[in-house]
T-cell receptor, first 110, second 113 residues
Framework: QKEVEQNSGPLSVPEGAIASLNCTYS??????FFWYRQYSGKSPELIMS????GDKEDGRFTAQLNKASQYVSLLIRDSQPSDSATYLC??????????FGTGTRLQVFP | DTAVSQTPKYLVTQMGNDKSIKCEQN?????MYWYKQDSKKFLKIMFS???????INETVPNRFSPKSPDKAHLNLHINSLELGDSAVYFC????????????FGPGTRLTVL
């Protein structure tokens, strides 16, 4: 079992819709959870971090964490074509080692 | 005013050669990392340094040797390059071991022919 799993996609949503990206992780002692956005040919860019159960909102982005289910998600409201990218879920345990999923490619079409 | 910079951006070389990639951060961070992203976009940590001290050394062939002359720099030297080393190598930094938010450099695309 992979340590951090994501559906590779592509996830296609129309402009203005809500995009829902999901991630599961295997290590129960994981403490910190991150979403990175990576445009093609560019470096990963941190867009959200979440540390406790529940929802965390930042603009059009909402991260949701459920430690009991070992599940973290990212919702993007009012999706724009500029949101088209690969979204990487990353998990930190009690070491400094950040474990990444393989990413979900999101396509937002006009 | 680039936060994390890497050179070179592209590196094309023959099998068996030795090459280096340089990384510098001007964020004042204590911790720096090397990540490798393969053709399937899987991003995996290779090394981390905290205040010039090696903290994480994943199961990376010993042909890869990181060097941190000071806490703002972390270089990666690769000996006897192999085809499988072709990937994008990202340098990253964070404030410290207790601050997991990581900031990535632009990446170095290494192609081994």
């Amino acid at each position: 079992q992979k340590e951090v799993e994501q559906n590779s996609g592509p996830l296609s949503v129309p402009e203005g819709a809500i995009a829902s990206l999901n991630c599961t992780y295997s290590d129960r002692v994981s403490q910190s959870f991150f979403w990175y956005r990576q445009y093609s040919g560019k470096s990963p860019e941190l867009i959200m971090s979440i540390y406790s159960n529940g929802d965390k909102e930042d603009g059009r982005f909402t991260a949701q964490l459920n430690k009991a289910s070992q599940y973290v998600s990212l919702l993007i409201r009012d999706s724009q074509p500029s949101d088209s990218a690969t979204y990487l879920c990353a998990v930190n345990g009690n070491t400094d080692k950040l474990i990444f999923g393989t990413g979900t490619r999101l396509q937002v079409f006009p | 005013d680039t936060a994390v910079s890497q050179t070179p951006k592209y590196l094309v070389t023959q099998m068996g050669n030795d090459k280096s990639i340089k990384c510098e951060q001007n964020l004042g961070h204590d911790t720096m990392y090397w990540y490798k992203q393969d053709s399937k976009k899987f991003l995996k940590i290779m090394f981390s340094y905290n205040n010039k001290e090696l903290i994480i050394n994943e199961t990376v062939p010993n042909r890869f040797s990181p060097k941190s002359p000071d806490k703002a720099h972390l270089n990666l030297h690769i000996n006897s390059l192999e085809l499988g080393d072709s990937a994008v190598y990202f340098c990253a930094s964070s404030q410290g071991l207790a601050f997991p938010d990581k900031f990535f450099g632009p990446g170095t695309r290494l192609t081994v022919l």
